[in-house]
Structure formats: structure tokens, C-alpha cells
């Protein structure tokens, strides 16, 4: 991680947090369209969010028009550095992790593996029109999704923020793990990549 990459995630925090709360509200609605209009919108399983922090995009007008036999998890940090997954509702228990961020009353021993996921929707600071994603920083996701960069399998990876967050290209990493798509209010942006092995 340079000091341009955490000059430029301060810029993008910045900039998504400014952005009105109606605008928001409609934003978060314009989200669960796309998501749900995915070409690989799973219609059962176990689907990965996030709880939305320092103006992240919302996803719980995605979460509440989810399929029925699709279940909804939230991430929960693991001792190994990686990130499981845990269902949860609201009204459901949660606790406050080390980042001050909620996530189910669950113990990490007991919560679904990564690649029991068919969908993951990843968080994310700013974004580039060929799929690179800049995170927060701590390498979270790529930790928990390094199988992706090595073999075709589930789950699908889709990035999500503001269409104010998208920035010129960026170049990748070595740990960086490519999503499948990236979806904001305005657009859906689909690669050729996929866990089947076949475009997008």
C-alpha cells in the first residue's frame, strides 16, 4: 500500500460521505435492481453483504427483496485473518469487532467458509471501468478470496459503492482478487471472468 493509494482512499471517503441522504436512499434502491438483475443473481443459497460504515453504500433494500431460499450473511473477522460468513436478519444479535463494525453474535469457529457463498457483495473505497477495486486497506477480502486468483469457483464477486466513486485505471496488485462485476446506482459493469469459466 503506497501514500497515494491512502491519499486517494481518504479523497474517495470523503467524497461518498458527502453525498446526500435522499440521494443515498435512492442510490441503495438503484443498487438492488442491478443486483438483482445480475445475469448470475443466484435464486437460493448464501449470499454475502456488508454493514454499511462511513457512507458506504446501503444494501438493505437488496437484502429484503432477495429471492426466499436465498439467505443473507454478513462477514465475521476469523482469528486466521480471513473472513467467514454468518446469516443474519434485522433484529438478529450482533457485536462490535475489533473495527467498531457490527456483525452477527456468532462465534467465527462456527460461521460459513468463504466458498460456501454464491454471491458476495464487497464493499469498496473507489473502483476503475476495467474491475480493479480499492479497498480499505487491511486485505480482508483478497485474504479470504485468494482461491478465486487460481481456480474458476464460487462464489461470484461483485463490488458495490456510488458511481461517484469510480476513479482512473489503477494498477493492480499482486493479492488483488478480480470481481466478476461491479454495480453501482448508474451502471453494471460485467468482466470476463467468472467462477464457471466462462465470460461474464
Keep these: 500500500m503506497t501514500t497515494d493509494r491512502n491519499a486517494l482512499r ?3 471517503r470523503q467524497r461518498r460521505r458527502s453525498i446526500p441522504a435522499a440521494e443515498r436512499i435512492a442510490a441503495a434502491d438503484a443498487l438492488a435492481d442491478r443486483l438483482l438483475a445480475l445475469p448470475f ?7 454475502a453483504g456488508y454493514w454499511s460504515m462511513q457512507g458506504e453504500i ?19 473477522l476469523h482469528e486466521d485473518r480471513c473472513l467467514r460468513f454468518a446469516p443474519w436478519r434485522p433484529g438478529d ?46 486485505g480482508w477480502y483478497d485474504r479470504s478470496f ?25 494498477a493492480a496488485e499482486a493479492w488483488d482478487v478480480p470481481v466478476d462485476a461491479i454495480c453501482t446506482e448508474r451502471d453494471t459493469l460485467l ?6 469459466g466462462s465470460p461474464a
Design 58 to 76: 446501503g444494501l438493505h433494500s437488496w437484502q429484503v427483496r432477495l429471492p426466499k431460499p436465498v439467505i443473507y450473511c454478513l462477514p465475521v
Design 41 to 47: 443473481a443466484p435464486q437460493s443459497g448464501y449470499v
Design 93 to 138: 444479535a450482533l457485536v462490535t469487532n475489533r473495527y467498531g463494525i457490527p456483525e452477527p453474535d456468532v462465534a467465527s469457529s462456527s460461521a460459513l467458509d468463504a466458498a460456501a457463498m454464491a454471491l458476495v457483495a464487497m464493499p469498496l473505497v473507489g473502483f476503475d471501468a476495467h474491475g480493479q477495486r480499492l479497498g480499505m486497506g487491511g
Design 191 to 196: 468482466f470476463a471472468r467468472s467462477p464457471a
Design 10 to 12: 481518504r479523497d474517495l
Design 146 to 170: 485468494a482461491f478465486r486468483q487460481s481456480q474458476a469457483a464460487p462464489p461470484w464477486l461483485v463490488g458495490v459503492g456510488f458511481s461517484a466513486q469510480r476513479i482512473e485505471p489503477l
